[in-house]
């Protein structure tokens, strides 16, 4: 079964999820390849702005095919974010960053360059130089390993990444125009299996570690057994008994996407429950005595997530999006 690469829109970023089993088990989570982080150019700027430094000034414009940098100088910068908006991954989460770029122009040097930035700074970590062609009638990707060492001098790839940024190939001129397509930041090693439910599409050497459909699993719940993966790439097993009460529970989000703040209401006051991001990473625990529950997700990242509660003898997933204009 050939799982497709889901996209979540933010303001940000495109975050592509690996398949999360029904209950998100350990073992699931465990396998799953880290979810690559794609910024798709087309109609869109993915929330890149421009550098607000005169000196590295451009105008980011939105078209069909690619987003269109406008240089206004010889070193237009743009960011994958304001200032204040943070990525929140470790720099070695991922060891890859492939680029899909046009270049027309025919500057004499046409490297362009990736800066790394920790949160809420302007100021690169570091940075590293990509030679691109000139005179570009075509779209070409590139692919930068991150485990590289950055330009010399430029600082040190360590600690936590808030933002990526790229200079426009260094020539340029006032008013030229470069045309940026994709942006993918992944890893190397994963699951390549095309069958797998943790299929990582971008992974070039095979981990050894991919789930496919009937492999064992652990769906979490003592009152299940044999648990295997399903063709929906879920972790389920067979309920010895069912209570009467669970086909009568009822749980409504809202709003879904949510900014700040998601209102959930069920039949049944909510009791524990847990908040877990795509990769079944537990972001919140929490509990309620009541049927209707305010959960503050104003400090999650934009994309998605599960919430998990027990109200009935089985766990049961609920899938909401955090998202912010």
């Known amino acids: ?175 030229d125009t470069i045309y940026w397509k994709q942006m993918v930041v992944y890893n190397s090693v994963g699951c390549t299996d095309s069958e797998a439910c943790n299929y990582a599409p971008y992974a070039e050497v095979d981990n050894g570690m991919c789930v496919m459909v009937g492999d064992s699993c652990d769906d979490g719940n003592d009152d299940t057994i044999n648990d295997m993966m399903t063709a929906d790439c879920l972790c389920a097993g067979e309920v010895d008994e069912v209570q009467d009460i669970q086909s009568s529970l009822s749980v409504g989000m809202a709003p879904n996407p949510a900014s700040t703040q998601l209102w959930v209401t069920s039949s049944l006051p909510l009791g524990r429950f847990r908040v877990l991001d795509a990769q079944g990473k537990l972001c919140m625990t929490d509990h309620s005595q009541s049927a209707s529950t305010a959960i503050d997700v104003s400090g999650l990242l934009p994309g998605t997530y599960f919430l998990e509660t027990h109200l009935g003898r089985t766990p049961q997933l609920y899938r909401f999006i955090v998202h912010r204009l």
């Open 1 to 175: 079964m050939n799982q497709s690469i889901e996209r979540v829109m933010t303001t940000s970023l495109r975050i592509s999820s690996c398949i999360v089993s029904l209950l998100l088990s350990s073992m699931v989570a465990s396998t799953c390849a880290t979810a690559q982080i794609v910024y798709d150019w087309h109609d869109s700027k993915e929330g890149w702005v421009p550098a607000s430094e005169s000196n590295l000034g451009c105008n980011l414009i939105e078209q069909p095919e690619a987003m269109a940098m406008r240089a206004f100088n010889t070193t237009p910068v743009m960011r994958s974010g304001t200032v204040n908006e943070s990525l929140g991954i470790d720099a070695g989460t991922y060891d890859r960053i492939q680029i899909t770029l046009r270049n027309p122009t025919t500057s004499g040097n046409p490297n362009a360059r990736l800066f790394a930035y920790a949160p809420e700074t302007n100021s690169f970590m570091c940075h590293w130089n990509v030679l691109v062609d000139t005179e570009m009638e075509e779209f070409q990707t590139y692919t930068l390993n991150l485990t590289s060492p950055p330009n010399s001098g430029s600082g040190t790839f360590e600690g936590t990444v808030g933002r990526f940024g790229w200079r426009g190939p260094w020539g340029v001129a006032n008013g």
